[in-house]
């Protein structure tokens, strides 16, 4: 199972988000390159509270759902629409220098990384509550899903 818990895995993720450039084209979604690194910095703010985000919790999306997404033997699929705080063609950090939002992303997701006990029982805004494996669990399949977007 990966996940950002496994420092390969960090590698992995870090190897990956090097092959994405501003011009990278999209394999589905609205995103541009840029904007998804801002997303994803974007989602490390959220569950750091560093970003306050609105929820969309249901008793599904706390258990089934949330379930699959984490365990399920299949990729996320297209089209999930993400919270607008967080979503950069609504109310997302705005894309300004690539090399710098990339470094930043880097950052955050070793800063993430570092300080995942303090992220127990956190809530996700669909899925609830999450342990700190889950955490890890999560962040590495959320950039694995939009590193995929563009073909990294």
């Known amino acids: 199972m990966r996940t950002l818990a496994r420092p390969r895995h960090r590698m992995e993720i870090q190897q990956r988000l090097s092959q994405v450039r501003p011009d990278s084209i999209r394999r589905w979604g609205g995103m541009t390159a840029h904007q998804m690194i801002c997303h994803l910095a974007d989602s490390f703010r959220m569950v750091m509270g560093q970003r306050r985000v609105s929820t969309d ?19 996320w699929p297209h089209g999930f629409h993400t919270r607008p705080e967080i979503d950069q063609l609504v109310g997302g950090t705005k894309p300004v220098d690539f090399t710098t939002d990339v470094e930043n992303l880097v950052a955050l997701m070793a800063h993430f990384t570092e300080r995942t006990a303090t992220l127990e029982g956190k809530s996700h805004p669909v899925f609830g509550p999450l342990t700190e494996i889950e955490w890890l669990r999560w962040s590495y399949l959320h950039m694995d899903h939009h590193l995929r977007q563009f073909g990294a």
């Open 57 to 75: 919790q249901t008793l599904l999306s706390r258990t089934m759902i949330k379930w699959f997404a984490l365990y399920g033997p299949l990729h």
